[in-house]
């Protein structure tokens, strides 16, 4: 049998399986919006767990984080940062989200807006800017994807036709069983990607070194500067390093798929166990940082750097193995992206659709739009992946830098009064605005600084300034809440009607 | 809503300074640590000493909320 045919039979295999879960777990529920959608709230801390972890073990975590190693050095640093500290962002604020979720019956990142500020406009922005960062996140997932069958076949497969497998799998499994088929699937994923970075990690740079130490003194004679910041680059030094640890730890959470798991959970104690315990699973990213290095001097010269850790893998080990990281690495691709489709969907139909467009639609109606949006959005992502070449670590910088602008609105909303609908809206709209010009004129980093960055500080400017002016409607969280919520205002929050499909 | 201890607050601005502001003073090679560049070293460490500040501000929080019955939630 020839090596690809081995390889690509395991990775198929795999993905399989992971499918077949998620399928599966649709038959034991009934299946409503909110069930769709949040899973009715029941789910325990192991799930909420699987879930929030799952979903940061991404395509990024296995391919970008050792791309970025191999070609640019010192700042891949900046992923080490942030993984502990968006933990204690999450300890903080989701807790108060989930109390949130509990009393109003909210089930997306929008509907907290709407409850909070009382304005459709803004939790119509706010799903847009939701929608519009998922697309480089997804398109990352399918880049990855592409790339792993393609040298998993040894070449013969090309990127775009796997692509367009794989994501119609996802498509399908997200339309059929929501967020409880895709914990179960991350399961798998988990335990399957967990397994191929501890063994790789510590295996090929003992392999080729005789271990993590000699691997890094190799690395430190052959090219001194290259574990230090800037690296390889010649604009990535400390500015901008402090600036992307704080974009990213303060957006994490503000990605509607992560924002609204907290929804999932059955108290906010869990969350704030699941803050204190989180970034211990982070320790395998080191690894995959390690096995990056190693290619730098095993594998030098590719002129993609995300193709290191599995180039590597390949040279290095037999077929049948190449399969099973391959697998683990596909399933790492669809999973969150599956979660990122969902949570855009749904977004899209319920707090932009329904309440600027069509107000009289019933819950039925808007899981049905949610359906196929999933794969518009799908399609969207696919068209941009296959038409683009960015590279892994820099297509999800652009996302962050979009959902980042909804920080403000958040912790403010959380945290104080005198915060404005309007102070929220104008502050998002700058932030976001400014952050997109940088980036697409290339002037990211911007005087060393990330530009989603400069984009956030504004934001947060604007925000307090238009709120000191202007008046809020809507007196905070703390407001009685003995009275129905479901006012005539509310256009955009969910009552309990199940809808069934 | 209820707003969090200070002590938690300050607990959790902890591994901020250390991973993120600090990074001029801990980006270097030398000393190597356990066959790790510093900064590698650094970083890989406050993964494990993070939880550690993070489990005192859980416990403060706990501490805070209890004599009130607030969460309902569980043990």
New interface residues.
């Given amino acids: 049998m020839s090596s690809s045919l081995v390889a690509l039979s395991i990775i198929s295999f795999i993905v399989a399986a992971g499918s077949l879960a998620g399928f599966f777990a649709r038959f034991r529920h009934k299946m409503d919006l909110e069930q769709w959608t949040v899973a009715g709230r029941g789910f325990g801390m192991v799930l909420v767990w699987l879930l929030m972890a799952g979903e940061i073990y991404t395509t990024f975590t296995f391919l970008g984080a050792s791309g970025w190693a191999y070609s640019r050095g010192?700042p891949v640093?900046y992923i080490?940062?942030y993984?502990?500290?968006m933990?204690?962002v999450s300890?903080?604020i989701l807790p108060?989200v989930w109390?949130a979720g509990q009393k109003r019956k909210l089930q997306t990142q929008a509907d907290f807006f709407q409850a909070r500020y009382q304005n459709t406009y803004l939790s119509a922005l706010v799903a847009s800017v939701g929608v519009i960062s998922m697309l480089p996140y997804v398109q990352l997932q399918l880049t990855g994807l592409g790339i792993i069958v393609e040298v998993a076949s040894y070449g013969a497969i090309h990127r775009t036709p796997a692509m367009i497998i794989a994501f119609a799998i996802v498509a399908g499994f997200v339309f059929v069983s929501g967020v409880r088929g895709v914990a179960w699937a991350s399961v798998m994923k988990d335990l399957l990607l967990l397994f191929a970075a501890l063994f790789i990690g510590i295996a090929i740079p003992y392999i080729y070194f005789g271990?993590?130490?000699?691997m890094?003194?190799a690395v430190?004679q052959a090219k001194?500067q290259h574990?230090?910041?800037p690296g390889a680059t010649k604009n990535l030094g400390?500015g901008w390093?402090?600036t992307s640890?704080?974009l990213t730890?303060l957006g994490f959470f503000m990605w509607p798929q992560n924002f609204a798991a907290a929804y999932t959970a059955?108290?906010?104690?869990?969350l704030?166990?699941n803050?204190?315990?989180m970034?211990?699973y982070?320790?395998t990213m080191?690894l995959m940082?390690f096995v990056g290095l190693t290619a730098l001097l095993v594998v030098p010269g590719l002129s993609n750097g995300d193709l290191s850790l599995l180039t590597l893998v390949r040279k290095t080990f037999p077929a049948w193995f190449l399969g099973i990281i391959g697998g683990a690495g596909a399933l790492t691709a669809m999973v969150p992206a599956a979660i990122q489709i969902l949570t855009g969907a749904t977004l899209f139909a319920k707090n932009l659709w329904r309440p600027l467009v069509a107000p009289g639609m019933s819950d039925r109606q808007v899981a049905t739009l949610a359906k196929i949006m999933v794969l518009v959005l799908t399609i969207g992502a696919l068209c941009l992946a296959i038409g683009s070449t960015i590279s892994l670590v820099n297509l999800l910088l652009l996302g962050y830098a979009g959902v980042a602008q909804l920080f403000p609105g958040v912790v403010l909303g959380?945290?104080s009064k005198r915060v404005t609908a309007a102070g929220v809206f104008s502050g998002i709209a700058c932030g976001f605005t400014i952050a997109a010009v940088l980036t697409f004129k290339h002037l990211d980093p911007w005087r060393g600084m990330n530009a989603g960055f400069i984009g956030l500080c504004i934001n947060f400017a604007v925000t307090g300034l238009v709120s000191l002016v202007t008046v809020s409607r809507a007196a905070?969280?703390?407001e009685d809440l003995s009275a129905p919520a479901e006012g005539p205002k509310c256009a955009a929050n969910l009552t309990c009607t199940a809808v069934h499909f | 809503?209820?707003?969090?201890h200070i002590g938690?607050?300050l607990l959790?601005v902890i591994?901020?300074v250390a991973?993120?502001?600090t990074?001029?003073l801990w980006?270097?090679?030398y000393p190597?640590v356990?066959?790790?560049?510093f900064?590698?070293f650094w970083?890989?460490a406050?993964?494990?000493l993070?939880?550690l500040c993070?489990?005192g501000?859980?416990r403060l929080?706990e501490c805070v909320s209890n004599p009130h019955r607030e969460?309902?939630?569980?043990r």
Avoid at chain 2, 34 to 37: K, Q, T
Wanted: hydrophobic share 50%; net charge positive.
């Fill in positions: 010192g640093l080490l940062g993984q502990p500290l933990y204690i300890f903080f108060l109390e271990g993590i130490g000699r890094f003194a430190v001194p574990l230090l910041m400390h390093y402090v640890v704080l730890s059955r108290s906010g104690n869990i704030r166990r803050a204190v315990l970034p211990l982070s320790i080191p940082i959380l945290f905070g969280f703390d | 809503m209820k707003r969090p938690s607050i959790g591994p901020f991973i993120c502001f990074v001029s980006d270097r090679i190597i356990f066959g790790l560049p900064n590698f970083l890989i406050w993964l494990l993070t939880p993070m489990l501000a859980y929080e969460e309902g939630g569980e």
